[in-house]
């Protein structure tokens, strides 16, 4: 997603049998640098129960700005 001068880092998700060797680090940390020169902002979003992404991203430099509750409807 696109907001002006904004970019969205999305779909970051890791393996579970190769979580812990800072993998995801390394690709958000290479993301963030390519839209820092493209005069970009980074945002992102993740499940409010996802700690282990949560604490990722505070490490990163993210802060939570705002929750968003979302309903699914099925059939």
């Known amino acids: 997603m696109l907001v002006p001068g904004m970019a969205e880092v999305s779909g970051v998700a890791t393996w579970a049998d190769c979580r812990g060797r800072g993998l995801a680090r390394a690709l958000i940390g290479h993301v ?26 505070e490490s990163l430099g993210f802060r939570e700005r705002r929750q968003v509750h979302v309903l699914v409807i099925a059939r």
């Not at 963030?32 to 604490?55: C, K, V």
Request: zero cysteines.
């Open 32 to 57: 963030m640098r390519a839209m820092a020169q493209r005069g970009e902002t980074p945002f992102l979003h993740s499940y409010a129960d996802n700690e282990g992404a949560i604490a990722l991203y």
